[in-house]
T-cell receptor
């Protein structure tokens, strides 16, 4: 069964600290893995997209890693800001067209001052 | 310039009613989607349309019907609304190939 599991379910950190969110998947076939940020009351916004051959990809203070052998990904946030408070969703695509997206349940991150 | 826009943003209606949610994208994308996000924040795909053809239809009740008048629009029509239909519905679009999906702001549907 195609599944995407994320941990932790929620996380609270102080402003300025770093954090890492985890994603494990059992999706087959695998095309690409995406991380989205969803602010409260808004639609998800893409942070990174990685294919099978990519191990790491950065977008500003966000760095995603992918280990296709162990089927694990992580999203590292550096020097967190209050605006980073959101849900972070890991999404695995089973085809290149992106029409078979399997969503994780997300990690809710709260950054406090 | 909103890339993917949905209307209305909020919709409160009684059980048994029929309602529609509209979605428009100005990105020139050829594939549009509808997702349902339940109370546990879990996003699940409902439909996708590519060049006016339905290419995915997950196990969604036939009370839900997507309607695409043209490539830039994908509306969601719901008949005989039920309490369990209460959720946030997101529209999204992508171009073909490895491309990120752009999401609308969501429509919060509440059935009372």
């Amino acid at each position: 069964k195609n599944q995407v599991e994320q941990s932790p379910q929620s996380l609270i950190i102080l402003e300025g600290k770093n954090c890492t969110l985890q994603c494990n998947y059992t999706v087959s076939p695998f095309s690409n893995l995406r991380w989205y940020k969803q602010d409260t009351g808004r639609g998800p916004v893409s942070l990174t997209i990685m294919t099978f051959s990519e191990n790491t990809k950065s977008n500003g203070r966000y760095t995603a890693t992918l280990d296709a052998d162990t089927k694990q990904s992580s999203l590292h946030i550096t020097a967190s800001q209050l605006s980073d408070s959101a849900s972070y969703i890991c999404v695995v695509s089973a085809n290149q067209a992106g029409t078979a997206l399997i969503f994780g349940k997300g990690t809710t991150l709260s950054v406090s001052s | 310039d909103t890339a993917v826009s949905q209307t209305p943003k909020y919709l409160v209606t009684q059980m048994g009613n029929d309602k529609s949610i509209k979605c428009e994208q100005n990105l020139g994308h050829d594939t549009m989607y509808w997702y349902k996000q339940d109370s546990k924040k879990f996003l699940k795909i409902m439909f996708s349309y590519n060049n006016k053809e339905l290419i995915i239809n997950e196990t969604v009740p036939n009370r839900f019907s997507p309607k695409s008048p043209d490539k830039a629009h994908l509306n969601l029509h719901i008949n005989s609304l039920e309490l369990g239909d209460s959720a946030v519905y997101f529209c999204a679009s992508t171009s073909q190939g490895l491309a990120e999906a752009f999401f609308g702001q969501g429509t919060r549907l509440t059935v009372v």
